[in-house]
C-alpha cells in the first residue's frame, strides 16, 4: 500500500512538472512572437464592417469598443482577433464619436447630433444623458483626467470654427473657449497639467495648462502642419502625442517638445481616431474611414492609460 502511494505521488509530481515546463513554454513562445513582430507595421484587424462615421475607439478590459457598426447611431464591441459585434444601439437620432471611460468603469460617448455626453452602464448597457447644452455646435472627441472632468472638442465644420468645453463630475458644462478654428482631436498629458487641442482645417495643434480644477491658461502653439487635416489625437506614457492624419494615411508622433518622431504609415488615407490596447498596452487601434475598418500596428511604449 505504502509503495502504492509513493508511485502515485511520483506520478503526480512529474505531471505537475511537467504542466508547470509546458506553461513556461507558452510564457516564452508569446513573447518571443511578441517581439518579433514589426513595430509600426499597420495591418487589417477587422473586415470593412463600419459606416463611414467609424470613430472612437477605446480599449477597455481586454474589449475594443468603436463607433457606428454597420451604420449610424450604435457602439459595437470587437473582441481579441478582430470580431465585430453589436454592444449597444444609442437613443433614436444620437451619433457617437469620441469614446472615454470614468473611473467607475462606465462608458462616457460624445453624441454630437444632439450636443450630449452620454454615460453607458457596462453592465446593464444603460444609456443616460450625462451632460447637455444646446449651446455646443457638435461636440467630437473627448478626455478625462484622473479627478473625472471632461474635456470635449466641439467643431462648427460649416464655418470652419470650434469651441472648447470642459464638463465636470456632476455634468455642469463650462465654455473654456469660443472662436477658435474647427477643433478636433483633444487629449491630456499623463500627468493632467497640459491640455492638446487640434484645429482640423487650420492644421494646428495648441497646448493649454491646466490645474486641478480643469481651468485652461497659457495657450502656445504646439506644432502646425502645412498639408492634409487632423482628426482624434491619444497619447503615450513618455508624453509622446500621437495624431492621426486625416488625408494623408499616417499617424504622426510628436515630442513633447513639439518636435515630429516619426511618421507611422497606414494601409488607409483616412484614419480618424487612434487607441492603445492589446495585452501590453502598445498594440494601436486606428478607425479607418476610407475602408471602413479598424487597422492595427505594434508600437514601442504603451499608451498613457495603460499605466493607470
Given at each position: 500500500m505504502t509503495k502504492r502511494v509513493n508511485l502515485l505521488f511520483y506520478f503526480y509530481l512529474i505531471l505537475l512538472i511537467s504542466f508547470q515546463a509546458c506553461a513556461q513554454d507558452k510564457k516564452k513562445k508569446e513573447s518571443t512572437s511578441k517581439a518579433e513582430k514589426e513595430l509600426f507595421k499597420s495591418e487589417y484587424y477587422t473586415d470593412s464592417l463600419f459606416s463611414i462615421g467609424i470613430e472612437g475607439p477605446y480599449f477597455f478590459e481586454g474589449n475594443l469598443?468603436?463607433?457606428?457598426?454597420?451604420?449610424?447611431?450604435?457602439?459595437?464591441?470587437?473582441?481579441?482577433?478582430?470580431?465585430?459585434?453589436l454592444f449597444v444601439e444609442l437613443p433614436?437620432?444620437?451619433?457617437?464619436?469620441?469614446?472615454?471611460?470614468?473611473?467607475?468603469g462606465e462608458m462616457l460617448v460624445a453624441d454630437y447630433t444632439k450636443h450630449n455626453i452620454l454615460l453607458i452602464n457596462m453592465e446593464t448597457q444603460e444609456v443616460m444623458v450625462f451632460a447637455h447644452d444646446d449651446n455646443m455646435n457638435q461636440p467630437n472627441d473627448i478626455a478625462i483626467n484622473d479627478k473625472g472632468i471632461?474635456?470635449?472638442?466641439?467643431?462648427?465644420?460649416?464655418?470652419?470654427?470650434?469651441?472648447l468645453w470642459k464638463i465636470d463630475q456632476s455634468g455642469k458644462t463650462f465654455l473654456l473657449e469660443k472662436n477658435m478654428g474647427t477643433t478636433n482631436g483633444i487629449e491630456l498629458s499623463p500627468d493632467n497639467r497640459r491640455l492638446y487641442v487640434n484645429e482640423?482645417?487650420?492644421?494646428?495643434?495648441?497646448?493649454?495648462?491646466?490645474?486641478?480644477?480643469?481651468?485652461?491658461?497659457?495657450k502656445k502653439l504646439f506644432y502646425k502642419f502645412t498639408d492634409f487635416g487632423m482628426d482624434g489625437m491619444r497619447m503615450d506614457?513618455?508624453?509622446?502625442?500621437?495624431?492621426?492624419?486625416?488625408?494623408k494615411g499616417v499617424i504622426a508622433v510628436l515630442s513633447p517638445e513639439g518636435k515630429l518622431i516619426r511618421e507611422i504609415k497606414l494601409r488607409g488615407k483616412k484614419p480618424t481616431n487612434l487607441a492603445f490596447g492589446g495585452i501590453d498596452g502598445k498594440t494601436v487601434f486606428i478607425t479607418m474611414q476610407d475602408n471602413r475598418r479598424?487597422?492595427?500596428?505594434e508600437n514601442d511604449v504603451e499608451g498613457k492609460e495603460w499605466s493607470r
Open positions: 469598443y468603436a463607433v457606428n457598426f454597420r451604420k449610424k447611431g450604435n457602439i459595437a464591441v470587437v473582441r481579441p482577433g478582430g470580431k465585430v459585434e433614436d437620432g444620437s451619433v457617437g464619436n469620441g469614446i472615454r471611460f470614468n473611473k467607475n471632461l474635456f470635449a472638442a466641439d467643431p462648427d465644420w460649416k464655418h470652419s470654427t470650434g469651441k482640423s482645417v487650420q492644421r494646428n495643434v495648441w497646448v493649454y495648462d491646466v490645474d486641478s480644477a480643469g481651468n485652461i491658461s497659457d506614457v513618455n508624453g509622446n502625442l500621437y495624431i492621426t492624419r486625416y488625408g479598424i487597422e492595427v500596428f
